[in-house]
């Protein structure tokens, strides 16, 4: 019997498929679509600053939309007459102060909360975050009387301790979370060596932590430069006012001081915005070290 062999069948070519692109869809959309909308909301930023500078900058009385010519009278108004140099040594004295207190407190209170474990670990760090809901207006009240039973009320020592303890929590847990991120067997391996836990950490752990602690310094510094509470609430003397209260003191129920108000405005920004284009590469690093985990 003889069976039939079929035919083999025939190869089809096969083109090799071809590498896809990982494009995004944001790559794939033209360029005006980004452009566009990015210029708009630049535009809306810069109008509001170009409008202090207007007025900061153009005389008295002018209604011109262009500084010119330009005057420095209303800084030095503000500076001088309105005692704006004082306010400003006071403001940067406070917000060094919180810097400092917030980030040594916090540093070894996150340092606790990353390598110890008690009790009531969990507990305490709920209570950290409870303590974010709650206004800092609801605090005047008892900050004010521990300050007047112990005597503080009219000093500047008294908003650095109230701006240090309102910076606390959130600085606390954003250390440990830095902390956590740096690798136990690095201490382990200095102990080996003969160092005790305190000269390990300081050797090895802190300068890792550069990123976060400035990133948490940072923060504490505006937010105490920035309050305008406390320092209204604890100083009743003109010489040991802030700058926040220097600006509040330019508004009157009757007219307001467009040009003095304005240059006053620029004078308390100057320093937030130098600090943040000086640290902003740390600031972007400590952010990126908190978020991933080591």
């Known amino acids: 019997m003889i069976t039939e062999i079929a035919p083999a069948p025939e190869r089809v ?35 509001p600053f170009y409008w ?68 009531i670990k969990k507990a305490f760090m709920l209570a950290l975050l409870c303590t974010q809901f709650v206004p800092g207006a609801l605090l005047l009240v008892p900050l004010f009387e521990i300050f007047a039973n112990l005597r503080m009320i009219n000093s500047l020592a008294s908003v650095i301790i109230a701006e240090t303890v309102f910076q606390l929590p959130l600085s606390m847990i954003l250390i440990s979370g830095f902390i956590r991120n740096v690798p136990y067997s690095l201490e382990e391996a200095a102990w080996v060596d003969g160092c005790n836990r305190f000269t390990a950490f300081r050797i090895v752990v802190l300068p890792l932590l550069r990123p976060g602690l400035i990133a948490v310094g940072s923060f504490a510094f505006v937010h105490a430069w920035n309050h305008f509470l406390f320092a209204l609430m604890f100083l009743s003397d ?41 640290i902003q590469k740390w600031l972007i690093t400590g952010f990126s070290a908190g978020a991933v985990k080591g």
């Not at 010119?68 to 006071?90: C, I, S």
């Open 52 to 119: 202090i500078l207007l007025f900061a900058l153009r005389p008295a009385g002018s209604t011109s939309l262009v500084p010119w010519p330009m005057t420095l009278d209303h800084f030095e108004k503000v500076w001088n007459e309105r005692a704006f140099g004082v306010y400003f040594q006071n403001s940067v004295l406070v917000g060094v102060a919180t810097l400092v207190m917030t980030t040594l407190v916090a540093l070894a209170g996150g340092y606790a909360l990353a390598r110890f474990d008690f009790r």
């Open 13 to 47: 070519a096969v083109e090799p498929a071809r590498p896809r692109k990982n494009r995004r869809a944001w790559d794939e959309a033209p360029r005006w679509q980004i452009y566009v909308p990015l210029s708009i909301y630049l535009l809306f930023t810069l109008i």
């Open 238 to 278: 003109q010489s040991k006012q802030t700058i926040p209260v220097g600006l509040n003191t330019l508004m009157s129920a009757d007219s307001v001081d467009l040009g003095a108000l304005a240059a006053g405005g620029i004078i308390a920004a100057v320093p937030v915005v130098l600090v943040f284009a000086f």
